[in-house]
């Protein structure tokens, strides 16, 4: 989205903000964002929340398409899905601006 014109666009920008307006989803995404990508285990350590509360959250993103899983035998990992994340951040600059 190039402009704030497209209906459509603002739409789905829409969408995903009010997704990520928890604030626990913002921590994720911060936290993904420093490293290359974390278990479900591993969040639960860092986060010091039940595992439930956790997989909500990260069901949430994937909803949007935010963040990506990977899976390695039991294990999944989650990590950012990077041209998802770029554009989201295009977006916002467009619509502010910035």
């Not at 604030?23 to 993904?32: A, D, E, G, N, S």
């Not at 285990?41 to 439930?52: A, D």
């Amino acid at each position: 989205m190039k402009k704030c014109d497209k209906k459509t666009d603002l739409n789905k920008l829409s969408k995903i903000l009010e997704n990520l307006s928890q604030p626990m989803r913002l921590q994720i995404i911060c936290l993904l964002n420093k490293v290359d990508r974390l278990s479900v285990c591993e969040m639960i350590e860092k986060f010091k929340i039940k595992q439930n509360l956790i997989s909500h959250h990260l069901s949430m993103l994937r909803k949007i398409w935010i963040v990506k899983t990977q899976r390695e035998w039991v294990k999944i990992f989650y990590s950012i899905e990077k041209k998802v994340y770029q554009d989201f951040k295009e977006n916002i600059k467009n619509v502010f601006n910035i």
